[in-house]
């Protein structure tokens, strides 16, 4: 079955540092999105892209986070200038149409320190 | 998209259906009824879906009220994998963005 691949699976960055998540989605898919998840917590939405532009945004992506599809597989999450409240496990999901469910990928535990 | 309340936690043998509940009496006509669970800090994990028949697939059941205010999903023969946490979802079927996840059940498959 088709799934959804996250790499890699733990980043540990400095503070202040620039780091990006990756994500390979399900290959027909045309929908994706990324979550957050900090230890103990609600899974939380951050974004949603479509058609190489952001459809939706939380709060919590602010100026410091960036999406971006760089070629036909790949779809990524940069945090520009990291803080420690940013280590938490990001989730990257897709769908293959707006109204069909989301498949997560298993997620990259980012740790700032 | 409609508020859902869920048990906190429940017990299940293994073996055994587990049933579990979840209230979304403020669901709107065109709001489909999602159940995703997560094991430990996995990505969550799509199990159905449904907007007012009762539906059934290779993982689960979804029960839907006549109102549409409350459904159940049943696992029919819950094994030890089976133990994760749980979550209800309420969302528009043109509302492509978030999933809303809540605080779910947390479901313990005991042998």
């Known amino acids: 079955e088709p799934e959804v691949t996250q790499t890699p699976s733990h980043q540990v960055t400095q503070m202040g540092q620039e780091v990006i998540l990756r994500c390979v989605p399900i290959s027909n898919h045309l929908y994706f999105y990324w979550y957050r998840q900090i230890l103990g917590q609600k899974v939380e939405f951050l974004v949603s892209f479509y058609n190489n532009e952001i459809s939706e945004k939380s709060e919590i992506f602010d100026d410091q986070f960036s999406v971006e599809r760089p070629d036909g597989s790949n779809f990524t999450l940069k945090i520009r200038s990291t803080k420690l409240e940013d280590s938490a496990m990001y989730f990257c999901?897709?769908?293959?149409?707006?109204?069909?469910?989301?498949?997560f990928g298993d997620g990259t535990r980012l740790s700032i320190l | 998209d409609a508020k859902t309340t869920q048990p906190t936690s429940m017990d299940c043998a293994e073996g055994r259906a587990a049933n579990l509940p979840c209230n979304h009496s403020?669901?709107?006509?065109?709001?489909?009824v999602y159940w995703y669970r997560q094991i430990h800090s996995q990505g969550p994990q799509y199990i159905i879906h449904g907007l007012k028949n009762n539906e059934t697939n290779e993982m689960a059941s979804l029960i839907i009220t006549e109102d549409r205010k409350s459904s159940t999903l049943i696992l029919p023969h819950a094994t030890l994998r089976d133990t994760a946490v749980y979550y209800c979802i309420v969302r528009a079927e043109y509302n492509f963005n978030k999933f809303y996840f809540g605080s779910g059940t947390k479901l313990n498959v005991k042998p």
């Open positions: 999901a897709s769908s293959e149409t707006d109204y069909q469910p989301q498949h």
């Open positions: 403020t669901i709107s006509g065109n709001e489909y």
